[in-house]
């Protein structure tokens, strides 16, 4: 495993090429918007240069994770001397099993395609390949320089190697790989989104503000960061449809978005992308 190419420059793939860069991988990111790609290699350089000054990151690992670092123009290009897909581009079903399909015919047959969905059916994505087997999860996390945790998700017909390689893939990232089954949700989906949601309701209902909501679950039950302010760094409108699909997917009241939650998407609320969502942001640079 020596080449990583990563499909999709936005809040995920950037960060998953910059902790692939910095894991010692020859990495290409590549995306449709090529103005997506160019504003990737800032932030991951921001974000590089961020970690020297805070003694996270050697200065000679930055610079050696920026020599590693390759853009491509185009999806095929980019992907033609890779060992490892990693697809983090919209979470829409049919998008993911059309690039899918796309990636089968450009690739070798021994290369992993990885999709960083956090919700959808692996199987779902997988039956667009000749080569089911090699298909797998990688569910990272926002911010993904920071947070440990990496989902490898298993569909009933993915190989046992394949899910070793990419657990030794996260290992190699400084990540904390656990192994998932192919459900709905799978594990952290299933539980965050209950918890989000349910803390929207309350601000829905003027239980509390949402400062306050995320700081019973910060200093009464440890949680790093709040379900609220999670959901802002998300995306409300991944949220929604993340929601949506479990929802439809496991019939259960649980999931149903709250009304809140739709008007913001409806009004351009959709968190820190946007300036706006439970809190404000800065306003994001264009």
Not at 147 to 175: F, I, P, S, W, Y
Request: proline share 5%.
């Amino acid at each position: 495993m020596k080449h990583v190419t990563v499909v999709g420059a936005g809040t995920m793939g950037h960060g998953i090429a910059q902790v692939a860069a910095l894991a010692g991988y020859e990495t290409t990111l590549t995306d449709v918007d090529p103005r997506a790609v160019e504003h990737a290699l800032e932030r991951i350089a921001t974000n590089l240069e961020g970690g020297v000054q805070r003694g996270k990151v050697a200065a000679a690992d930055a610079a050696a994770a920026r020599d590693r670092m390759h853009s491509a123009p185009s999806i095929n290009q980019s992907v033609q001397n890779a060992d490892l897909v990693i697809e983090a581009i919209v979470e829409d079903l049919t998008a993911k099993q059309k690039l899918f399909e796309q990636l089968t015919r450009h690739t070798e047959s021994s290369t992993i395609l990885a999709t960083n969905t956090s919700s959808l059916s692996v199987a779902g994505i997988a039956a667009a390949t000749d080569r089911p087997d090699r298909v797998v999860g990688m569910h990272f996390f926002n911010p993904v320089h920071i947070m440990k945790l990496v989902e490898v998700v298993r569909h009933q017909t993915c190989a046992d190697e394949t899910v070793e390689t990419v657990r030794g893939v996260a290992l190699r990232m400084g990540k904390e790989p656990i192994v998932v089954k192919d459900v709905p949700g799978f594990a952290s989906s299933r539980l965050g989104v209950v918890l989000g949601l349910e803390a929207m309701r309350m601000v829905e209902q003027g239980v509390a503000s949402a400062e306050d909501i995320d700081k019973a679950l910060e200093l009464g039950y440890g949680h790093p960061m709040g379900p609220l302010k999670v959901t802002d760094l998300v995306g409300l409108d991944i949220r929604l449809a993340i929601a949506e699909y479990l929802h439809e997917t496991l019939k259960s009241p649980h999931y149903a978005p709250p009304d809140i939650l739709r008007q913001k998407v409806s009004e351009g609320q959709l968190g820190k992308k946007s300036g706006k969502g439970f809190y404000q942001w800065p306003k994001p640079t264009s």
